[in-house]
């Protein structure tokens, strides 16, 4: 199986910037595709960003787009780094992988995800 781990979550000021980073272990062969969801309290869980393998595309949600830049080393790890962070950013975020090398928006599409790590902006 593939292990996920996130990292990097915590409580910043509007403005601010944050890097989350998600190591994978075990069988990560099967990875290909990786990404970031999040999900805020009462909402559905949302895309946020992906990276194809080798890096070669990076797909974002329009509310991110020019705010956060998905980057990965290899298909071990993957960051998010986030600038200009605002209120409506506060979620859990979740890293993703699947292994099919087309990224996808729909969360049934991952086949792993990591336990989430909590980022909160305040105004």
């Known amino acids: 199986q593939v292990q996920l781990v996130e990292s990097g979550g915590g409580l910043v000021q509007a403005g601010g910037s944050l890097r989350l980073s998600c190591a994978a272990s075990g069988r990560t062969f099967r990875i290909s595709t990786m990404g970031w969801f999040r999900q805020a309290p009462g909402k559905e869980r949302e895309f946020v960003a992906a990276v194809s393998p080798g890096s070669v595309n990076t797909y974002y949600q329009d509310s991110v787009k020019g705010r956060f830049t998905i980057s990965r080393d290899n298909a071990e790890t993957v960051y998010l780094q986030m600038n200009s962070l605002k209120p409506e950013d506060t979620a859990v975020y979740y890293c993703?992988?699947?292994?099919?090398?087309?990224?996808?928006?729909?969360?049934?599409?991952?086949?792993?995800w990591g336990q989430g790590t909590q980022v909160t902006v305040s105004s």
């Open positions: 993703a992988a699947r292994s099919d090398r087309y990224y996808s928006v729909r969360p049934y599409d991952y086949d792993y």
